[in-house]
């Protein structure tokens, strides 16, 4: 009896220690100190019973549904790099190969451009410290160099409402830039190293975006998306390296020196995405520097074109991203026949690129296949891939846009309830996130 007693006691006890272990972790100060460690710890578990990068999709719907017009809803999120909404109905390419590669756009006629240009203004700011806050520390310092006052904590509630939320979109950047400054920006795709250098000639710093290798929160180096703010350039370089940019770059350090060779293999990975900030009565200068890319559509033809040149030139990763680029290229105009036709040669190089290299993120940042494969009406694909893509997620799965597009495939499919609950999970991670919003309206469970 006596044992027993010992026994329960001892239980009682160790349960005890327990709770009072549980709510001190809870309390603000020590839960800020540990919580990124519990995740950490977490992941690495998650990572190892189930490596993300394992993980492929393999389209199953091309050639068993006919391609078909189906009209997306302005309020959709915004396309890769549009900067509107407004989609008319789909215009539908049943192309497969792109065409042979052909002579670009001739760049704006110019005087030649110095040797070296550094420009100096911009205030440096890390990343660290908080959540994914990479894009907020990167808009923060474009605007700086036009004198804005804030920081990366005034731009980080409006664009991340949900802290831990995994990416920003480059139109968020814009929306924010024209909505609560003073000034203004031009998005665009398909830019090259003569661009950067002819606007840091000019006096423009470039935000760029980017795919880099870093250690990530488990300490495993993998594939990523980040932005840097590029500030210069030297042609001449130093050693051996040959030419390269001065970068302010969040996540390592300011003026961080980008080989010509590594800056043009990680904007790959984004279309070769930029954004200019600039005030508004430089406007006119812009737009000349611009040259033929001032007009939008005219900028994702020839995005288009250079993503199909690159495709016969290109093995590997970069064969994957040539694929994925041309496939973003003809969602921004329109063509999302085409478009589908190319995201399923981009799963299929995918699968051979060794899961060491495999960019297993990509769809946390970019959404184009989710358009294509929506607009085309094949909604059992879009239905795998958003599904896919937060399945193979550890933690938490805060990506409100595969949470929108896997809701909108559901919906499609007759599957109203789970509609319902993935644009309610979207509204989770992104509050007030308008195309969720809309679609609920339109189920009536606001």
Not at 50 to 64: R, S
Not at 181 to 209: I, K, N
Not at 234 to 240: E, L, T, V
Request: aromatic share 12%; charged share 20%.
């Amino acid at each position: 009896m006596m044992m027993r007693k010992q026994v329960l006691l001892f239980v009682v006890s160790l349960l005890c220690i327990c709770l009072g272990l549980v709510g001190m972790y809870f309390l603000p100060p020590v839960h800020d100190r540990l919580a990124w460690r519990v995740e950490e710890w977490s992941l690495r578990l998650g990572y190892l019973v189930n490596p993300p990068a394992k993980a492929v999709f393999m389209p199953t719907e091309q050639g068993l549904l006919a391609p078909q017009v189906t009209r997306i809803s302005a309020a959709s999120p915004t396309a890769p790099a549009i900067s509107t909404p407004t989609p008319p109905d789909v215009i539908v390419s049943n192309e497969a190969i792109p065409p042979s590669p052909t002579a670009g756009p001739a760049t704006p006629t110019a005087a030649p451009l110095p040797e070296k240009v550094t420009l100096t203004g911009v205030i440096y700011e890390d990343q660290h410290g908080r959540w994914n806050y990479c894009a907020p520390a990167n808009l923060a310092m474009a605007l700086s160099f036009w004198g804005w006052k804030g920081n990366r904590d005034v731009v980080g509630p409006a664009l991340k409402p949900e802290e831990k939320d995994k990416n920003v979109m480059p139109y968020e950047m814009v929306d924010y830039i024209e909505s609560q400054t003073h000034l203004r920006a031009a998005l665009r795709v398909g830019g090259d190293l003569d661009l950067l250098r002819r606007f840091l000639a000019a006096g423009y710093p470039v935000l760029v975006e980017k795919g880099t290798y870093l250690h990530d929160l488990t300490g495993v180096v993998s594939w990523m998306g980040h932005y840097q703010v590029v500030t210069g350039y030297d042609d001449a370089g130093s050693n051996d390296s040959g030419g390269y940019f001065i970068t302010q770059d969040s996540f390592i350090e300011a003026d961080h020196q980008v080989s010509y060779d590594e800056m043009e293999r990680g904007w790959r990975a984004f279309n070769y995405t930029y954004i200019i900030v600039y005030p508004a009565d430089r406007e006119v200068e812009v737009m000349a520097l611009l040259g033929p890319d001032a007009d939008e559509t005219t900028n994702f033809q020839n995005a288009a074109l250079k993503a199909s040149n690159e495709i016969y030139g290109l093995s590997g990763i970069d064969h994957y991203f040539a694929w994925f680029n041309r496939g973003s290229s003809l969602v921004a105009l329109q063509d999302y026949g085409g478009a589908a036709v190319a995201y399923d040669e981009t799963f299929k190089v995918y699968n051979d690129i060794p899961e060491s290299e495999r960019p297993w993120r990509m769809l946390w940042y970019q959404t184009g296949p989710y358009f294509a494969y929506y607009g085309v009406g094949r909604y059992y694909d879009l239905l795998y891939l958003a599904d896919g893509t937060l399945q193979a997620m550890q933690g938490e799965k805060n990506l409100e846009e595969s949470y929108y597009w896997r809701g909108m495939a559901r919906a499609a499919t007759g599957d109203q309830a789970g509609a319902i609950e993935d644009f309610r999970a979207s509204l989770l991670y992104h509050p007030e996130f308008e195309p969720a919003l809309y679609q609920l309206r339109l189920l009536g469970a606001e």
